[in-house]
């Protein structure tokens, strides 16, 4: 019957699996929905920011104020900005944002990346939507140089730079160069923008605290689920003008929300639990990458990328199909309780696939002898004959 699934059955079956598993080492936590909100009303009332409890009795906020004004308050200064709007989704934010400065700037090409999220994950919105032209200043699996920059021959309104670059492998530039590239934006008279959905744990790798960071963009998105466990929900920070217009575009863009207090308390629950902890994940994803890694040494075409992981996401590569690798995933839980990775996708080279690895609360649990052992189990189980399903 197995042999029937297709692809899109055995992702969901896996997913389904290791909602059910006893111990797994990456993913979000599986929860029910009556879980997770029993979950934001206890930690909401311990709360540092807004005093525990007594946010609780405050009334819900109504079209961006109350605790939505607070969030955002927070936001701007965290990362070191004058003002910070809040949006419901992190792609209405960089539309917005990247709309503003081509109207201030009065230029409509904004330099990215093609492996950017504005060009994967976003259905070109920025050029359909929004009416700009994008202009690639380099296509190698990196955030660009000063020295890309510079050999573009137009102009350019605005720079977007990704921190890390996901679909690269959770990339980061060293920090000279990311001022370097900065700074050859400014002289060109470009706005500096930073798509910083995971900016939260970059700053680990860059030992330096969040607002150095933003110093060097004009606008910094954030995002308050990919790293924090919020609901949902994302941030932008800037100059208190650039905020303004922000929020008047918010509203054209349907982003002007009656209630948000939900998302915004599962927003500032991430700021006060798990922005603390962030350094720690960042440390044992390095454990966790050296003990995948080890496997390699025995396992051809098995490899972690980068090594050593420059945030707590990284990608693993096996030298077996996506499909298989679902299947082994979903049997070894059946059989072991234990569930490794969430996804698995089609590599580059036929017969191989790959994962993010996400390094959070339930990896802190393994040791490196688990971790390699346990996917040696997962390899076995996808060679050909080596299931029994």
Same mark, same amino acid.
């Given at each position: 019957?197995?042999?029937?699934?297709?692809?899109?059955?055995?992702?969901?079956?896996?997913?389904?699996?290791?909602?059910?598993?006893?111990?797994?080492?990456?993913?979000?936590?599986?929860?029910?929905?009556?879980?997770?909100?029993?979950?934001?009303?206890?930690?909401?009332?311990?709360?540092?920011?807004?005093?525990?409890?007594?946010?609780?009795?405050?009334?819900?906020?109504?079209?961006?104020?109350?605790?939505?004004?607070?969030?955002?308050?927070?936001?701007?200064?965290? $990362?070191? @900005?004058?003002?910070?709007?809040?949006?419901?989704?992190?792609?209405?934010?960089?539309?917005?944002?990247?709309?503003?400065?081509?109207?201030?700037?009065?230029?409509?090409?904004?330099?990215?990346?093609?492996?950017?999220? $504005?060009?994967?994950?976003?259905?070109?919105?920025?050029?359909?939507?929004?009416?700009?032209?994008?202009?690639?200043?380099?296509?190698?699996?990196?955030?660009?140089?000063?020295?890309?920059?510079?050999?573009?021959?137009?102009?350019?309104?605005?720079?977007?730079?990704? $921190?890390?670059?996901?679909?690269?492998?959770?990339?980061?530039?060293?920090?000279?160069?990311?001022?370097?590239?900065?700074?050859?934006?400014? @002289?060109?008279?470009?706005?500096?923008?930073?798509?910083?959905?995971?900016?939260?744990?970059?700053?680990?790798?860059?030992?330096?605290?969040?607002?150095?960071?933003?110093? $060097?963009?004009?606008?910094?998105?954030?995002?308050?689920? @990919?790293?924090?466990?919020?609901?949902?929900?994302?941030?932008?920070?800037?100059?208190?003008?650039?905020?303004?217009?922000?929020?008047?575009?918010?509203?054209?863009?349907?982003?002007?929300?009656?209630?948000?207090?939900?998302?915004?308390?599962?927003?500032?629950?991430?700021?006060?639990?798990?922005?603390?902890?962030?350094?720690?994940?960042?440390?044992?994803? @390095?454990?966790?990458?050296?003990?995948?890694?080890?496997?390699?040494?025995?396992?051809?075409?098995?490899?972690?990328?980068?090594?050593?992981?420059?945030?707590?996401?990284?990608?693993?590569?096996?030298?077996?199909?996506?499909?298989?690798?679902?299947?082994?995933?979903?049997?070894?839980?059946?059989?072991?309780?234990?569930?490794?990775?969430?996804?698995?996708?089609?590599?580059?080279?036929?017969?191989?696939?790959?994962?993010?690895?996400?390094?959070?609360?339930?990896?802190?649990?393994?040791?490196?002898?688990?971790?390699?052992?346990?996917?040696?189990?997962?390899?076995?189980?996808?060679?050909?004959?080596?299931?029994?399903?």
């Amino acid at each position: 019957m197995e042999d029937q699934l297709s692809g899109n059955d055995l992702v969901t079956d896996l997913r389904t699996a290791l909602r059910g598993c006893a111990r797994r080492l990456s993913g979000a936590p599986a929860t029910t929905m009556g879980e997770s909100l029993s979950a934001l009303v206890a930690r909401a009332g311990e709360l540092v920011g807004g005093d525990g409890g007594a946010l609780l009795d405050e009334r819900p906020d109504v079209y961006g104020d109350g605790v939505v004004a607070m969030l955002e308050r927070r936001v701007a200064d965290l $990362l070191g @900005k004058p003002a910070a709007a809040y949006f419901p989704t992190g792609t209405m934010v960089q539309q917005v944002a990247l709309r503003c400065w081509a109207l201030e700037t009065g230029s409509d090409v904004l330099a990215t990346h093609p492996l950017s999220h $504005l060009e994967v994950h976003e259905r070109h919105a920025y050029r359909d939507l929004t009416g700009l032209r994008g202009v690639w200043p380099t296509a190698e699996p990196r955030n660009p140089t000063a020295a890309d920059l510079r050999s573009i021959a137009e102009p350019f309104g605005t720079l977007s730079v990704e $921190l890390p670059l996901r679909d690269a492998g959770f990339l980061l530039p060293e920090w000279d160069e990311l001022a370097a590239v900065a700074d050859a934006a400014h @002289k060109r008279g470009a706005r500096v923008h930073f798509d910083g959905a995971r900016l939260w744990e970059s700053a680990v790798h860059y030992a330096r605290p969040l607002s150095e960071v933003a110093d $060097l963009a004009d606008s910094v998105y954030v995002s308050f689920y @990919k790293s924090l466990g919020g609901v949902s929900g994302a941030a932008v920070a800037g100059p208190e003008e650039f905020v303004a217009g922000l929020k008047e575009w918010r509203h054209r863009y349907g982003g002007q929300v009656f209630q948000q207090w939900p998302t915004v308390l599962s927003a500032l629950i991430g700021l006060d639990r798990e922005l603390p902890r962030l350094p720690e994940y960042v440390a044992h994803a @390095k454990t966790v990458a050296a003990a995948l890694a080890e496997v390699g040494a025995d396992v051809r075409g098995v490899r972690v990328h980068p090594e050593p992981p420059h945030t707590h996401q990284f990608r693993l590569w096996v030298p077996f199909d996506a499909r298989a690798m679902r299947r082994a995933g979903i049997e070894q839980i059946a059989q072991t309780g234990t569930g490794l990775f969430e996804r698995w996708a089609p590599g580059q080279a036929p017969g191989t696939a790959y994962t993010e690895v996400t390094a959070a609360t339930a990896a802190l649990a393994w040791k490196p002898a688990e971790i390699s052992a346990a996917l040696r189990d997962l390899l076995e189980r996808a060679e050909p004959g080596g299931s029994e399903a």
